[in-house]
T-cell receptor
Framework: DGGITQSPKYLFRKEGQNVTLSCEQN?????MYWYRQDPGQGLRLIYYSQIVNDFQKGDIAEGYSVSREKKESFPLTVTSAQKNPTAFYLC????????FGQGTRLTVV | AQSVTQLGSHVSVSEGALVLLRCNYS??????LFWYVQYPNQGLQLLLK??????LVKGINGFEAEFKKSETSFHLTKPSAHMSDAAEYFCAVRGEGSSYKLIFGSGTRLLVRP
């Protein structure tokens, strides 16, 4: 089955913890993106990568980090510096159009 | 800077009625425009896209949109709403330059009344 796979679907984080969200694609796209979705605010870009070993900050990168060691993988780490991490996180890949994963819902407990 | 404005955070229609979701954009270059649909706790699915060529674009599930450059609009329509169309809809424009990143509107939640 092809596409974008995000895991886990639900994630709980304790205060002060770092957590990593997984995003894997088998569509062979160079470009990958991470978005954060909050109610009534649409999608905001966190980080994006256009090629392996290279990535750029989006509009709300503070408190997040990424890596792009393989074309297929673009994990997002939510660090303890992110003060309000509870949100729905979406990963996408593609150039002319974006293909999205099913999302990870992160909740701080 | 590019931006997308979706008028109406919530739109309510009766089943069988016309669906019209509004989207206006700003862009200094010829835009690539997209409509996505999102069902609860799921990712976004592409409904349709405009890149170049014909300004009336047909998508999945009976939706279509018309690119109007003079009005900087890309409104989404469907002649007859179905209960299964209830979802959140996002309009997006592709960013300028080579990054291909999408700039999204804030979304419109479509409610379909029986």
């Amino acid at each position: 089955d092809g596409g974008i796979t995000q895991s886990p679907k639900y994630l709980f984080r304790k205060e002060g913890q770092n957590v990593t969200l997984s995003c894997e694609q088998n569509l062979n796209h160079d470009a990958m993106y991470w978005y954060r979705q909050d109610p009534g605010q649409g999608l905001r870009l966190i980080y994006y990568s256009q090629i392996v070993n290279d990535f750029q900050k989006g509009d709300i990168a503070e408190g997040y980090s990424v890596s792009r060691e393989k074309k297929e993988s673009f994990p997002l780490t939510v660090t303890s510096a992110q003060k309000n991490p509870t949100a729905f996180y979406l990963c996408s890949a593609g150039n002319t159009e974006a293909f999205f994963g099913q999302g990870t819902r992160l909740t701080v407990v | 800077a590019q931006s997308v404005t979706q008028l109406g955070s919530h739109v309510s229609v009766s089943e069988g009625a016309l669906v019209l979701l509004r989207c206006n954009y700003s862009s200094s270059v010829p835009p690539y425009l997209f409509w996505y649909v999102q069902y609860p706790n799921q990712g976004l699915q592409l409904l349709l896209k405009y890149t170049t060529g014909a300004t009336l674009v047909k998508g999945i599930n009976g939706f279509e949109a018309e690119f109007k450059k003079s009005e900087t609009s890309f409104h989404l329509t469907k002649p007859s709403a179905h209960m299964s169309d209830a979802a959140e809809y996002f309009c997006a424009v592709r960013g300028e330059g080579s990054s291909y990143k999408l700039i999204f509107g804030s979304g419109t939640r479509l409610l379909v009344r029986p």
